[in-house]
């Protein structure tokens, strides 16, 4: 088992920045990837930036050129830089940790994040 852990998160005005933290913790678990999802009201959770143990990371579309995941200083941890914030981005913004040889997904409890125009 493994337990996913969010800060971060707030609200900003537009082209503001803002930073979020995830630490996954637990024993005997191997990580395959961690990474942030977001959920606006009435739409689907959607892949905003991921990162794989081996460094390889993946991003939305629409935040390339604004947003950075990176791996933090302590083991199990991943960071999400978010610059240039429009309107639009304002979600929840959950961590995902896959986890083992299934990729079994853990989820963080959520932050909101709101950037007002």
């Known amino acids: 088992q493994a337990q996913v852990v969010e800060s971060g998160g707030g609200s900003v005005q537009a082209g503001g920045s803002l930073r979020l933290s995830c630490s996954a913790s637990?024993?005997?678990?191997?990580?395959?990837?961690m990474g942030w999802y977001r959920q606006a009201p009435g739409k689907q959770r959607e892949l905003v930036a991921a990162i794989t143990s081996g460094g390889t990371t993946n991003y939305a579309d629409s935040v390339k050129g604004r947003f950075t995941i990176s791996r933090g200083n302590a083991q199990n941890t991943v960071n999400l830089q978010m610059n240039s914030l429009k309107p639009e981005d304002t979600a929840v913004y959950y961590c995902?940790?896959?986890?083992?040889?299934?990729?079994?997904?853990?989820w963080g409890q959520g932050t909101q994040v709101t950037v007002s125009s």
């Open positions: 637990g024993s005997g678990f191997s990580l395959y990837s």
């Open positions: 995902n940790a896959k986890i083992g040889a299934s990729w079994a997904n853990y």
